[in-house]
């Protein structure tokens, strides 16, 4: 009681002083709140589809956001179709990534939601074919020879197919049928008359055709030009013979299409009402600026880089939608 | 007890069957755990680069290492046993206490500082001191009061926020909004009856947040936001615990060198290491990995938004789950009828949360989608759908362990509580929750550790693959670390599957592992105490 | 404690109060109630897809149908290649984690030490608490090389690593459930057993077990459904392949004897029914075609699968329990 007594008068007086000083402190220690740069982009951007053009989108999105820290970019792999249907055609996304060209029932509805799609083409991909290390033998396939390893109830052996080849299984790795690659095989290869065979090994991991491959001499597989590019010494490419003599797959022979039938555009399609806003717009600009940039496109994810021209007259499209919605 | 009956013909032969059957189920019982055991030394191993290093490294190391830990260990062993588990707490609480200023800081850099600063001041602040004013008079209306409060201040704030300009520099608003209140704390817990000390104590602690923005800067190079975090999270608990022990027993101090001598051994280890050995390990798992964002190139590939991520869902998650959790367990152990048309249903009800439990968690992913996103029109893959269909899924898990710790709580103290008038829910708020909360805790904190770590769920509500940027809101887009790992796993690039993907393995293994020994240290001071 | 008790209520009017209690019991009500509704959520996000998918699809093709082929033209759903595999894993995972499992639980409850219950129990907790896809990783990083150096040429997503790590996975749920059923057979049936001069394993074998059978039971069923439920596991580690491995015929003493080799089953990959959910939902796929909604199909089937099994096991151990 005693302490009580005196205590708080002490502590009031303390009490003031301590609050005194501290609003001293406040006053001196303040700071504009100033909102930032107005001059800088910033907003969300939702880009989905195609898992093949997934790296190269990633990619450029996350050199984009180190230009522009504000704009907030996510990348999702969904799929050339379920995306059109799930994300980009309701409005979910702006971008949507498709190693296909869009379809005329995806173009419908799109137009029925009000998105209207704008095609650019951002690189050039390459399908690869692959064999072990050891199989020397295995130098060159024509496109023929190819659709036979492939077609469903086929050949077993591969001396059915060259009598120079050796008598035993082919064993065989490819995309899982769900996946962009594996449809773009079956159309640029098998044809309409030939199934794709489904004795074989599908996976949606390319790298795991990789791992496949090299785990047998009498193993082939097929995927993205990536894949190969970033693990070249792990499996061998195998040349194409298209009528025009064996071409293997490079950035070079992709680039002045040489290399078919095996080499295919992948494109970017984004919402043209979206392009109004200032963020999307710029990044979609950003896009086919860096499609023709070697670094990125070929040395970081392994796909063909655009050509100037190309790049110029996606530029062109580009230009001329913004017109129109701004 | 056979020995008892030699004469049984069969005495000798079912004794070596028993002691094989024994021998077989404590091998049994192990064995899961060496599985595990092997597999999370392989991917330590890969995280932290570990085969890179040489022996000399390792030899150099140990010896670094080694030396003063068991030197320490030794002192402690011989001469003061006593201090045994003050020298662990002493040297448990600078790690915790730097985890969580990680977790506040985390917090600051989602959400502006100044917003905490506003609220705070304005509406939690009030509230508490209401609070304070009604409990200290035996008023049941404390709660009420506060909150209305706090509403009130929320909604002013709402509106005053765009009208002020200017505001104070973010170190002195953390020392508001941190160093005070913990001080405060402090003081509280220390001295409950002796306002002086009180008084000195928080002035120290808060002067002690001033110096720490002025000296963290100067010293180890970091921000005066940063250096008041660290602070208040770490080194103001530290004081405490020292402090405490040291009033409580000036000969303990001995106790209290144990952070220190683990950070020696760790320092030493690397500096011995370093010296001796030609190369060193090269892990993956370090400061960039854990703050950068995902990354097309390996060395720069990082965690963090999906960290935060994480946290972000786990906040949802345990909210959620916890009020409708408890909320049910207390219908189904307080006021459910047991009989008649209302027992049917109340059995209905048990016996559903049961079958509920067992439901795959892919198929919890596809309601998510089909309720949360095509029903209610939520966006894919956003931070609330994310944490509304997890919650649905460790609903039942909660309920269950809320159930049994409620149902621990003796019925006679119920019985007196109603004996002395209150009502069923007074009796449950102020006799049966206080007593439920460990086992309510402990059983949820289980939940929320495999919460974290699901990744079906988050695959079938659309999740996005790469997110670059912590989420900002509950509409966000948003990873999570185990979405983040499962990609990794599959990434194209074979650095990614072999190093980065164990580096995320490693830090959600910590993650996990933390909160089950949270949850199990719970749970074991609660059995003491009980 | 607050004015209410200082001041003893006698007049009865207890308005706000009655309020309040009704209000309480209302919201915590809901909440209870709420449970319901996430299950009647789960079967009619399931049906109404899956009925979609019936719709244009014979559901006797979808349950007797030997060919899985989502988007191989001509597309087939049977998902019996699915099923086979769910079964192979939890076949395999049940091999490992029933045995191993028991015997854990009549260690803990009958021979260890209360020291190590105290550190194996919680080590036990953690084996079930690590998230499934890093048992997946797991597998597919570290076990799938021990199984190669075993069997070359095992296959990189095989069925061995996924059934091996759920089998480990699923030990602490046989291990928890049945120790919690032997523990609580009483001291008095274990006093008696000793009594009458029988060995701590013929009191384990004789009394223990037979009288904690209901548990154990159930707890294997559970873990069971615990493992065909299993998704990240498989989807990591055990690859994309649904196949029912050819049945050969074994020439023995002039007899054919029809087996399947079981390095086909398990060292090459599979695909159980969840793993060939999240690769619909992740696939080129789009929503509202015929191949999306066997999604929900799936889905379908593995609720009811599971839903039935946990029913089971209540019953078993609502049924058979020997109260004391």
Known sequence: MDRD???????????????????????????????????????????????????????????????????NISVKSTGSGGGFENHFCPGASQFNNASRAITDGERDLCGENGVEPIELTVATDALTVVANNNANWLDCLTVDELRQVWSRDGPETWAAINEDWPDEPIKRFGPADTSGTFDYFREAVLGEEHDHAKDYEPTEKDNLIVQGVQ?????????????????????????????????????????????????????TYVAKDALAEEHVAEFARFYIEQSGNQELVADRVGYVPNTEAAVQSQLETLEAALEEVS | ???????????????????????????????????????????????????????????????????????????????????????????????????????????????????????YTIAVLPAVAVYGHFATRDDTRAPLAAGFVGVVGLVIGYFVEPLILIMPLPWIMLVWVLVVPAGALIAYRQAPEDRQQQVTILGTGVAGGVLASYLGPALIGVTPDTAVILYAATLLPVAWYNGAVLANDRSAWPGLLGPVVALGAIGGGIVLGGLVGTTGPEPVLDWQFLTSAP???????????????????????????????VGAAIYLEEYAPQTGVGGTITRIIRVNIANLAGVPSVVYGLLGLGLFVNLIGMGLGIVLVAGLTLSLLILPIVIISAQEAIRSVPEEVREASYGMGATRWQTIREVVLPRAVPGVLTGTILALSRAIGETAPLLMIGAATTVFRPPTGFASQVSAMPLQVFYWSFHQKSAFRELIAPAGVVTLLVVMLSMNVLAIYLRNRYEQQA | MTEYFEEPDLSGNRGFQSLREGFYKALFFSFAAATVLTTIGIFLTLFVDALGFFRSYSLVAFLTGLDWSPSLEPVSFGVLPLVFGTLTVTFTAAVIAIPVGTLTAVYLSEYAAARTR??????????????????????????????????????????????????????????????????????????????????????????????????????????????????????????????IPAVKTADVFGLGIPFVHPGEVFLGSGQTMTAAMVQIANSDLAGGTIAYESLFAIGLTLFAITLLMNIVSNVISERYREEY
């Open chain 2, 295 to 325: 990354s097309t190139l390996p060395a720069n590939a990082g965690l963090f938004p999906a960290i935060v991520g994480s946290v972000f869902i786990i906040a949802i998650v345990a909210i959620v789950s916890f009020v409708v959790g």
């Open chain 1, 5 to 71: 007594g005196d205590g708080p008068s002490l502590d009031r007086r303390n009490f003031l002083a301590g609050v005194g000083s501290a609003g001293a402190a406040l006053v001196a220690g303040c700071t504009s709140r100033a909102k930032k740069d107005q001059f800088e982009l910033e907003g969300d951007i939702e880009i989905s589809g195609s898992s093949t053009v997934f790296p190269l989108a990633e990619a450029v999105a996350e050199q984009f956001m180190i230009n522009y820290p504000e704009v």
């Open chain 2, 1 to 119: 007890m056979s020995e008892h009956n030699p004469d049984t013909a069969f005495a000798g032969v079912s004794r070596l069957r028993g002691r094989i059957f024994g021998s077989l189920a404590k091998a049994a019982s192990w064995l899961g755990v060496v599985v595990l055991a092997w597999l999370l030394f392989m991917v330590v191993v890969d995280a932290f680069g570990l085969t890179a290093a040489s022996t000399d490294w390792y030899l150099g190391a140990l010896v670094g290492f080694g030396a003063p830990l068991a030197t320490y260990s030794a002192y402690l062993y011989w001469k003061r046993p006593d201090l045994r588990w003050i020298a662990v707490r002493a040297t448990v609480i600078p790690p915790a206490g730097l985890i969580f200023a990680g977790a506040i800081f985390v917090l600051f850099l989602v959400f502006e500082p100044f917003f905490w600063f506003l609220y």
């Open chain 1, 215 to 267: 785990g047998s001499e009498f193993a082939t597989g097929y995927f993205g030009f990536s894949y190969y590019y970033n693990n070249p010494d792990s499996v061998t490419a195998v040349p194409i013979d298209d009528g025009d003599g064996c071409v293997e797959p490079s950035v070079k022979t992709a680039k002045n299409g040489e290399y078919t039938p095996l080499s295919r555009p992948l494109f």
């Open chain 3, 118 to 243: 105290a550190v194996l129990k919680p080590l036990l907790e953690i084996l079930a608490g690590v998230p499934t896809v890093v048992y997946g990783f797991f597998a597919l990083v570290y076990v799938t090389p021990v199984i190669d150096f075993f069997f070359p040429g095992v296959s990189t997503f095989n069925v061995l690593s996924a059934s091996l790590m759920v089998g480990i996975m699923t030990i602490p749920m046989v291990s928890s459930i049945s120790e919690d059923a032997m523990s609580a057979v009483p001291d008095s049936l274990r006093q008696a057993g000793y009594g009458m001069g029988a060995t701590k394993y013929e009191v384990t074998t004789d009394i223990i077990v037979p009288a904690a059978t209901s548990g154990i039971v159930s707890s294997y069923i559970l873990a069971i459904s615990r493992a065909i439920g299993e998704t990240m596991i498989v989807t990591v580690a055990m690859g994309m392949q649904a196949s």
